[in-house]
Each structure stands twice: as structure tokens, then as C-alpha cells.
């Protein structure tokens, strides 16, 4: 308000003087001074209506004192003290408007640096502000000499990597930080040689600030003020600028537990992969087992009754060399199994060929002989006229069939079933695939088994060990069939193997 008045009392006084005294000159010109004592109280449109005024003041005073007799140096004076009035005017609006223009800039500016200092302290994140400058001078000072590899320099100077540590000046931590390390880490402004990543990581960070990389990310470990060695992810931006390397913006993620919880899952796979080899080797020996039961049984038989024609009197050696043909073909199926087992350990040893079902079926069927005979168990093949030659591993399908109607002599056995047949047949449903199902007349799946019933080590049986209709459907669908299993309409279980004609091109 002072201001105002003063400006107002300085206007009048210059008005008086110009228009009311004999004075020659141009007194008008104060009017600039009234101008910046009311810049100080007023701007913008303020400023326009003083100046106006002083302007309508001038022209007043020049009118009562010189309208009658106009002369040059009036005109001149009057000329010069509003074209003074005017550019004092202009000035001033202009210097409000930087004036303004600054202050908005200094709110932004302080309204920036109160967001980034509040994210800075409350982010969860260690961070840390850090002056490279000082660093960064001496690394170009040496790059400028010729070192150009950071970590042989290092070799011949030990005492590098120290020196390289007090260039660094911490400018601000936030408590993440702070939690991090336990303690202060910015309480003195300087770094601790404690918790600098080890030296090689270090060695890494000085070859990034002489290279120019702008981003370095690396996994460190770093001890704190406690003695408590950590992992952590450290992230360090230098900025494109140079000037600018006095606030580098460092942070640090713990990925202590993340680490720790990585490695027991990989001792925890490592387990299981131990575990499944175990398995493994568990389901080859019950594979084994099962499948060598039938033809070494068979063997046992065969040389029982090869004693019994060769005691007699005189010698039946003709039924005698017949079982010794039979005891030669279940040794030879017996190394067939084991072969083949051992060739699950090399899946390219099992060559796929093309066969004819007739030819399987009766060949597995006699290898059963001694079994169904002692059983009592009629088997009944069924086959189309239209089935082509599949290709497959020969001892893989006997495998599977003996296990069905090894199975089905079994449940009918178990059951005392009068009728004790079993139906063995084969069938084209598209061009692509064979079925060959195996039905007997047995007491058929029970309700509360079906949906277990290939699931490995469940069985039915008091001795069984659960593997053989597992193994059946694994071996099938690594050959792009299926087996499947369920009850017949009028009685009794059927299993289902459905098999491509050329697997090698279903799997293609």
C-alpha cells in the first residue's frame, strides 16, 4: 500500500511541476519512476491503467501549457516522455510475466521433488542417491591415459578398488535402505568398503562407467552392518549426461530367500528324479517278474514232462524231443522279454516291423499252451478277412496279450466260473487303426475297480503286484495306441487295444 501512495503522491507532484511552473524539460519522464513504485504493489492490467493514466496526464499538461504555442522542442520532450512511459511499461509486464513464469517453475520444481523424495523414502525398494562425479573423472582420466580393461589394471594396482570406493559419496539412503544393511548408510556421506558387491562385481561396475553402459543389473553379494552376507539384485542408471553423475540412482533387491527357496527346489527335484529312477527300476523288475512268470513256468513243465517220457520203458523219445522244442521256444520268449525290457533303457533298440495278426495271435496262444490246458480254458480267435499287416514290436503285443488272457484265466480261476472262455478278436474301424479286443467269461470289473484299473500297484489279487495292466497301457500308447478296459452286455470283462496301422506316421 506504501508503494501505492507513494507512486500516487510522486504522479501528483510531477503533474503540478509539469503543468503549474515555468520548468523547461521533459518533467513527464518521472512518471516512469511512479511506474516502478507501482509495479511493486500491482501487475498486468494494473500496470496498463497506471500507465494510462500518466499517459492521459502528460498529454494534459502538455495541452494547457502548450496547445496555443506548439513548438519543436516541446513536441520532442512530449514525444520522449511517453515512448519512456510506454517501454517502462512493456518491461515491466514482460519482467511480471517472467516473474510468474518463475514461480510456477519453482512450484513444479519443489511440488517434483517432494513426489520423487516421498517415492524415494517410501518405496520398499533399497535406494540409494550416490555422486559418481568424482569417480567417474578419475575412470576418464585413466581411460584417457589408455587403460581400457578395469580389472587388469586392477591386478596392478591392488589398491584400485579401494581408492575407486572413497571417490563414491552417498548422498541419500531411505529406510529400505536403512533396513536392508541395519544401520545408516548415508549417516557420515560416505560408502563402506563392507558393503561393496565383492570384488569382481565391483571391477564390473567400473568397466560399465568406462564403456558408457548406461543400465548394469547383476546378482552381488553384500554383507551388512551386522555381518549378515545377503543376494541381491543391484541395479545402478548413470545418466547420459556427465554433469549428472553426482545422483545416481543405486537400488538393491533382497533375493536372499527367493535364492535359497530356488535351491531346495532343485534338491527337491533332484530327489524326485532320484525317486523316479527308483520307480523306474522298481516297475522294470515287477515288468520282468511278471512277464517271465508264464514262460519260465512253461520251461518247468516242459522239463518235467520231458523226464516223464524219458523214464519210461522203453524211452518215448519222440514226446521227449517235443518238449525240448517247447522248453528251446519259451527260453528263447523268455530272452525276448528281457531284451526287450533292457531296451526300454534305449528306445531305438526296439525296431518297429510290420507283422500279421493271424501269425501273432496263434504263436501267443501256443506260447500259452501248458496254461490254458491246465486251466481248462478254451480261446477262440476271431479275425476279418480285411486287416492289413500292422507295424509294431512284435514281443510288445504278445507281452500285452499274454497279460490279458493271462489275467482273464486269473479272474475266471478266482471266480470258479463254469463257463470258461475266452475270445480273442480283431477289427478294422478306420483305415488307419486295428482294434483286438479280449473277452472272457469271468465275473466281469466291479464297480469300485474300473476307474483304478490301470492305475499303477493297484491289484485285485493277494500276490499281485499291480504293474501288468499299467505296463500293457504305457507300452501301447508309446506306440500311439490306447488300451482300454469294460464290461460286456452279456457277461464278462473286455479289453480293447486300439492300435495305428503305421504308428511312425500317427507321430510324425
Not at 503540478?16 to 504493489?41: H, K, N, P, R, W
Not at 514482460?94 to 523414502?121: C, P, Q
Not at 548408510?185 to 569382481?200: F, H, V
Request: glycine letters at 6%.
Amino acid at each position: 500500500m506504501a508503494f501505492v501512495l507513494t507512486a500516487v503522491g510522486l504522479s501528483a507532484a510531477v503533474f503540478y511541476v509539469d503543468t503549474f511552473t515555468e520548468i523547461e524539460g521533459a518533467i513527464a519522464v518521472f512518471y516512469v519512476v511512479a511506474m516502478l513504485l507501482a509495479a511493486q504493489a500491482t501487475s498486468g492490467t494494473g500496470l496498463f491503467l497506471a500507465a494510462a493514466i500518466c499517459g492521459a496526464l502528460t498529454l494534459f499538461s502538455y495541452g494547457v501549457t502548450h496547445g496555443h504555442d506548439a513548438d519543436l522542442p516541446s513536441a520532442i520532450r512530449l514525444t520522449v516522455a511517453l515512448a519512456a512511459l510506454f517501454v517502462t511499461t512493456m518491461l515491466l509486464v514482460k519482467t511480471e510475466t517472467g516473474r510468474l513464469t518463475l514461480v510456477s517453475t519453482n512450484s513444479a520444481l519443489k511440488e517434483s521433488e517432494a513426489r520423487y523424495r516421498s517415492i524415494f523414502d517410501r518405496t520398499r525398494v533399497a535406494l540409494w542417491e550416490r555422486d559418481y562425479s568424482k569417480l567417474r573423472t578419475y575412470l576418464m582420466d585413466m581411460k584417457a591415459r589408455g587403460v581400457t580393461d578395469i580389472k587388469v589394471q586392477a591386478q596392478v594396482d591392488p589398491t584400485l578398488v579401494d581408492r575407486c570406493v572413497g571417490l563414491i559419496r552417498v548422498v541419500a539412503a531411505n529406510e529400505a535402505a536403512h533396513e536392508m544393511l541395519g544401520s545408516d548408510p548415508s549417516s557420515d556421506g560416505t560408502l563402506r568398503r563392507a558393503i561393496i558387491p565383492g570384488q569382481e562385481r565391483f571391477l564390473d561396475v567400473l568397466q560399465a562407467i568406462i564403456n558408457g553402459v548406461r543400465i548394469f543389473e547383476e546378482r552381488v553379494e553384500i554383507r551388512t552392518h551386522d555381518g549378515e552376507d545377503k543376494l541381491v539384485l543391484l541395479s545402478i542408471v548413470f545418466p547420459e549426461d556427465p554433469a549428472a553423475f553426482n545422483r545416481v540412482v543405486v537400488s538393491m533387491v533382497d533375493i536372499t530367500q527367493r535364492e535359497m527357496a530356488l535351491k531346495a527346489l532343485a534338491e527337491a527335484q533332484a530327489e524326485l528324479t532320484k525317486a523316479s529312477k527308483a520307480a523306474m527300476v522298481g516297475a522294470m523288475s515287477a515288468s520282468l517278474a511278471h512277464e517271465l512268470n508264464q514262460p519260465l513256468g512253461a520251461i518247468v513243465v516242459n522239463a518235467q514232462t520231458l523226464l516223464r517220457w524219458l523214464d519210461r520203458d522203453p524211452p518215448d523219445f519222440s514226446a521227449a524231443r517235443r518238449s525240448a522244442e517247447r522248453m528251446i521256444r519259451d527260453s528263447q520268449r523268455a530272452s525276448e522279454i528281457i531284451q526287450n525290457t533292457r531296451g526300454l533303457l534305449s528306445p531305438s533298440s526296439n525296431k518297429l516291423e510290420p507283422i500279421d495278426l493271424d501269425e501273432v495271435l496263434v504263436e501267443t496262444m501256443a506260447l500259452m499252451e501248458h496254461e490254458l490246458q491246465r486251466s481248462g480254458v478254451t480261446v477262440h480267435v476271431a479275425r476279418k478277412a480285411d486287416i492289413p499287416q500292422i507295424s509294431i514290436v512284435k514281443i510288445e503285443l504278445q507281452q500285452v496279450l499274454i497279460n490279458l488272457v493271462t489275467n482273464a484265466i486269473q479272474a475266471m480261476d478266482a471266480a470258479g466260473s463254469r463257463e470258461r472262455n475266452i475270445t480273442i478278436s480283431a477289427g478294422r474301424p478306420d483305415s488307419e487303426h486295428v482294434n483286438i479286443t479280449v473277452r472272457d467269461t469271468g465275473p466281469g470289473i466291479a464297480g469300485d475297480v474300473r476307474d483304478k484299473l490301470f492305475a499303477p500297484f493297484f491289484t485285485t489279487k493277494p500276490t499281485g503286484l499291480g504293474m501288468g495292466l499299467s505296463i500293457c497301457r504305457t507300452t501301447l500308447e508309446a506306440r500311439g495306441g490306447k488300451l482300454d478296459g469294460r464290461n460286456h452286455s452279456d457277461g464278462g470283462a473286455v479289453f480293447e487295444m486300439h492300435l495305428p496301422i503305421k504308428p511312425e506316421v500317427e507321430h510324425a
